[in-house]
Structures are given as structure tokens and as C-alpha cells.
């Protein structure tokens, strides 16, 4: 299973929440997309795609009331259909959080075009660590950084998504 954990605020709007999942799952906003809440459909409206009667930049989470343990859900990529499952897990005041919103506290997987394997994540790790181990005085930082690279592109990595976040929602001065 692929998931993440992310907290934001209940002033977050739909569209920033649409914005937030792209980058927490590793997506690049390439599809059509829908979040179902208390029976009708929110998102962003795209020449060629759905509408919404509701306009993404002036709904707020806020806005529907949400209790601990009420779920909604997050429809990506209409042809493959990606379904998340969103749920809110609990709800504090703005002023108990130590950290930049929104921000990616756990998650599971890597997502994207190719299905996340456990397997692909050790394997690309065992070549990495096989060459570190057997590396000789022909080894170079490029035959390394490039197993580096195999490596991050198979596994779930919270600092480089919440890295992605804060440059896409800044702290407010």
C-alpha cells in the first residue's frame, strides 16, 4: 500500500490541498482529478475536463465541518484511476504546530507511472551499498550518484516532499 501522512490547515483550500497531494505523492499534475466530499464533487476545472460548481480557490477544508474520523476522497488520473483514501485523523488549533504547513509527517512507497515494489527499493539499495563496499581507486562519485539516483526513484522520501513543500507554500512572514 502507498500512502502518506500530511497535516494542513483547515483554511487550506481545495485547490492547496489538489497542490499538496501532487507533491506528497510524487505526481506532476498531468491528469484530471476530483475530490468527493459529503456527496459532491470539488476540484479544479481544466479546458477539456470536468467543472465544478464551486470555484477550488474559495472552498476551505474548514468549510466542511470535518471530525476526527470523517474520510473523503481524492480521484487522480481518471483513466487509471487512482483512488486515495483521505482521512482526518484529528484536528488542532493552528498554534500547537511546530512546523512549516503543510507539511509530510510519514508515508509509505513511491508512486508514480511504475508500481512501487519493496523488492526494486532493496534491490536499487543493495547496488548502491555493493559499490560503496567494493569500491576501488577507479571509483568515481558519477558511478555512485547514478545507483544514488536509481535508488531515489524507487523509494519514499519525506525530506525531499517536504523540501518540495515549503517552496510551493512559503511560511507566510
Not at 20 to 34: K, R, S, V
Not at 44 to 68: M, T
Not at 135 to 159: C, H, K, M, W
Amino acid at each position: 500500500m502507498i500512502w502518506r501522512r500530511v497535516r494542513v490547515l483547515g483554511s487550506t483550500t481545495i485547490a492547496d490541498l489538489h497542490h499538496t497531494i501532487q507533491i506528497a505523492m510524487g505526481w506532476d499534475n498531468d491528469y484530471l482529478h476530483c475530490f468527493h466530499i459529503h456527496g459532491k464533487d470539488y476540484g479544479i476545472a481544466y479546458e477539456g475536463g470536468i467543472s465544478f460548481s464551486d470555484k477550488p480557490q474559495s472552498v476551505h477544508l474548514d468549510d466542511f465541518g470535518f471530525n476526527v474520523g470523517d474520510r473523503f476522497t481524492y480521484l487522480y488520473n481518471f483513466n487509471d484511476y487512482w483512488l486515495s483514501d483521505i482521512r482526518i485523523e484529528s484536528i488542532q488549533h493552528a498554534r500547537e504546530i511546530a512546523y512549516p504547513i503543510p507539511y509530510c509527517l510519514s508515508g509509505k512507497g513511491k508512486c508514480g507511472e511504475k508500481i512501487y515494489n519493496l523488492f526494486d527499493e532493496l534491490d536499487a539499495l543493495s547496488k548502491v551499498l555493493y559499490k560503496i563496499v567494493h569500491a576501488n581507486d577507479s571509483t568515481t562519485v558519477g558511478d555512485i550518484r547514478s545507483l544514488i539516483e536509481d535508488y531515489e526513484s524507487v523509494r519514499f522520501n519525506r525530506q525531499s516532499i517536504n523540501m518540495n513543500l515549503a517552496r510551493e507554500f512559503p511560511p507566510s512572514a
